[in-house]
């Protein structure tokens, strides 16, 4: 089995779990730029998180023979503050030029909040006006349909944003279809305890069909698992799609999206 992982927040993860990816037969792993647990103090701190995925988790993932690429951006759990995200983005355009750097990501919202909102918009004006591709977190539960809408009437209001070159991410049953039909892709992030089961997104991919969709795990610092879209892949199987569909879903169609990005290159 050969797939990619779109979604790995690998600065949170040991080592061995590097070697676990490359052992489940993973290519290239995929690092939008998140949350770190706690909110970062100043825009030095991002500075640093940024030099962090252009230059040295690429090196940790080298050493197991990965590919690591990166998405760069404020976090909306961090967009409170609209200053501070301004001066975040001021620095966005020294690193995109770095090889490992596909776009912008993930931008969204957490809570719908105004300011997340406007932080949000910033930071699709940036992305549009420097030809980026765009990751989009969407928010959790309650918030998420909403939220998704939010996001949508956004993206949908900046004529430059090309619909093919935008990702939402942690889709789920209520949202899928909205994503979809406006054109966007749809990521469906794996949890081993809540929210999107391995199952339930193998019952979405059997509803919706298996164009512009991926399956990621999103592992960070909490409770996740970065063996999830292998996991997923096993599920298919047991279910009895043939190999060339998984194929498709979880290394073809990633490549796909991310191929968008003439610096995503894969074999
Ligand atoms: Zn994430």
């Not at 892709?185 to 081993?192: C, D, E, I, K, V």
Request: charge should be negative; aromatic fraction near 8%; hydrophobic fraction near 40%.
């Amino acid at each position: 089995m050969k797939y990619i992982e779109p979604h790995a927040h690998m600065v949170s993860r040991v080592t061995d779990d590097y070697e676990r990816l490359a052992l489940a037969g993973c290519a290239a792993v995929c690092e939008p730029a998140f949350w770190a647990g706690f909110d970062r103090g100043s825009a030095a701190g991002f500075y640093d998180y940024f030099r962090q995925l252009t230059a040295h988790e690429p090196k940790r993932a080298a050493k197991f023979g990965l590919k690591h690429y990166c998405w760069l951006c404020i976090n909306p759990k961090e967009a409170e503050d609209v200053k501070l995200a301004g001066e975040v983005i001021a620095l966005l355009p020294e690193f995109l030029e770095c090889p490992n750097v596909l776009g912008i990501g993930e931008i969204g919202l957490n809570k719908n909040s105004r300011n997340e909102l406007k932080v949000l918009e910033m930071q699709v004006d940036f992305a549009a006006g420097h030809h980026q591709l765009i990751l989009v977190h969407t928010p959790h539960l309650e918030d998420k349909l909403k939220g998704t809408r939010l996001i949508l009437d956004v993206l949908k209001s900046d004529t430059r944003i090309r619909p093919e070159r935008v990702i939402i991410d942690h889709v789920e049953e209520h949202t899928v279809g909205l994503v979809l039909d406006a054109g966007h892709w749809a990521g469906m992030t794996l949890y081993p305890e809540t929210k999107c089961s391995p199952a339930r997104a193998v019952d979405i991919l059997e509803t919706y069909g298996n164009e512009c969709l991926w399956l990621n795990s999103a592992c960070d610092w909490g409770v996740s698992d970065p063996l999830a879209v292998p996991k997923a892949a096993l599920e298919m199987k047991k279910r009895g799609h043939l190999a060339a569909t998984i194929d498709k879903v979880i290394f073809q169609n990633p490549k796909k999206f991310l191929g968008q990005c003439p610096k995503f290159k894969i074999g």
